[in-house]
């Protein structure tokens, strides 16, 4: 039994703001847990879901590769998955059931299946694997391979024996990331990446993984696969990689899918000096923090070593409603961050969360000032989305109903009571983009106007763009105060 067949559950053609983005990463976490089996002297494929139509493919790659094991191994570092959409669940129940007609152990590792485990249990999964599951998904199998039937004896697993559910102890995490071997790339058809990317986009990124886990205590942030922890590759193995993906695959830019990049005190300037040292030109974008952007020889490091993005968690521009959250920064922090940032040529990108308990229309008008005010590169907008194992789920759990995930990363449906009704922060989400986009315009507008020798073709159309988003960002504020009056 030495033959394992990898997929995932993410459905890119089933999340259709996601597909008509056209930006895909491959599945990281997936291809971390193949080259790990690989290694171990098993057989390994993948069937890689990205850009498959229906579930029921998985079929033809079955007959294809004969596996002894079907494994469901979700990519932790995509955002994406730790929603925990439910398109995505009814795939991954599809394919383990369509796998188990086929002679299939059927093993799952994801957020949800950690969140769910019994629900995926009843839909006829043999293992689900609780949090960071590379080596628990090795001693498994081993034991399975081997003709081992003590299963409570395996740390990190749930599994139906009888019928009883049985959840095992939880593994220890890995700290030496160093130690696991470099992800499965060749696994994946990334040319059909590499063409959406340039047609999307206009330039190939890949996404890479530095560190597991994040100490912080948002306690909206659901964390089932890494944790509260915090363990970094080192400066020099992340810097072989990125040499690898470039003579290997010419890519030209990086999304490093940490939860937070660079934490580890040095580590950035340690990876800006070998940066340099090896001559490598790169740009890359990560996600980070308010309060961890404030440090200039930080950010300037960040800046040298290549970086031109970093998103940060700015959520709202209300100190009451970020204390609400445990967020830990302050909207001062989020001035000197962006401001630092732009002044060493960082675009400063802004997650956004609307609709936290409590929230008044004070709030909503001090986020949107603050996005006005700091301008940053882009902005991400969502409704607060419970998720299992959070403090937030467990104050508003009363009030879910049969719905608790939303279908799509695009849904933004209000899942418990709050201020508002659900259609009014589906209006706002409308208003708050055309909002921004017509101050960016305004902003372009006013630099030409005061450096008229600085006008091109592209500065023209940003500038101009002011006449086409003023009066829609009237409509719909328009829209915005009926729906305000109808509550």
Not at 458 to 465: C, I, Q, R, V, Y
Request: proline share 5%.
């Amino acid at each position: 039994m030495n033959t394992v067949l990898f997929s995932h559950s993410y459905f890119l053609r089933f999340d259709p703001k996601q597909w008509s983005l056209g930006q895909p990463y491959p599945p990281l976490g997936t291809l971390y847990a193949a080259a790990l089996m690989r290694q171990r002297g098993y057989d390994v494929g993948l069937f890689d879901t990205m850009f498959v139509s229906d579930p029921e493919e998985v079929t033809t790659a079955i007959e294809k590769h004969r596996p002894d094991f079907f494994v469901i191994y979700d990519d932790g570092f995509n955002y994406l998955t730790k929603m925990c959409l439910t398109n995505m669940r009814e795939a991954a129940f599809k394919m383990g059931k369509l796998a188990k007609e086929k002679g299939c152990t059927v093993i799952v590792s994801s957020s949800d299946s950690t969140d769910r485990y019994a629900d995926y249990l009843s839909e006829g999964v043999d293992f689900v694997l609780l949090g960071e599951a590379e080596h628990t998904l090795l001693e498994l199998v081993d034991c399975i391979g081997n003709g081992g039937k003590n299963f409570s004896l395996i740390k990190g697993i749930a599994f139906t024996d009888g019928t009883e559910i049985i959840k095992t102890p939880s593994r220890p995490v890995l700290k030496e990331l160093d130690s696991l071997p470099l992800p499965a790339w060749d696994l994946v058809d990334m040319d059909s990446y590499k063409e959406t990317w340039l047609k999307h986009a206009g330039y190939f990124s890949i996404n890479m993984g530095t560190t597991r886990g994040c100490p912080f205590k948002c306690n909206w942030c659901a964390k089932p696969i890494y944790g509260n922890r915090y363990n970094s590759r080192s400066p020099q193995h992340v810097v072989n990689e990125i040499k690898l993906l470039k003579e290997k695959y010419a890519i030209e830019h990086i999304w490093f899918c940490d939860d937070i990049f660079g934490l580890k005190p040095g580590w950035v300037a340690e990876f800006a000096r070998l940066i340099t040292q090896e001559k490598i030109t790169i740009r890359y974008k990560i996600q980070s923090r308010a309060d961890l952007l404030i440090d200039e020889e930080l950010v300037a490091a960040l800046a040298e070593s290549g970086c031109d993005n970093a998103w940060i968690g700015a959520e709202s521009g209300s100190q009451k409603i970020l204390d609400a959250m445990d967020k830990g920064i302050t909207i001062d922090q989020i001035r000197v961050a962006a401001r630092l940032m732009k002044k060493h040529g960082i675009k400063p990108s802004f997650f956004i969360q609307f609709g936290y308990p409590g929230e008044t229309k004070e709030d909503i008008k001090l986020t949107i000032d603050m996005i006005n005010e700091l301008l940053p590169f882009e902005i991400g907008i969502s409704v607060s989305y419970p998720l299992p194992g959070t403090v937030f789920y467990e104050k508003v759990k009363a009030e879910l109903k049969s719905k608790t995930n939303w279908t799509d990363s695009d849904e933004m449906a209000l899942l418990f009571t709050n201020t508002y009704p659900a259609f009014y922060y589906k209006q706002l989400h409308r208003y708050v983009h055309k909002n921004y986009r017509k101050h960016l315009a305004k902003n372009s507008l006013r630099y030409l106007l005061k450096h008229p020798a600085m006008a091109s073709e592209s500065n023209m159309k940003k500038a101009l763009s002011f006449f086409y988003y003023a009066p829609l960002t009237y409509v719909e504020k328009v829209r915005l105060n009926r729906f305000e009056k109808t509550v």
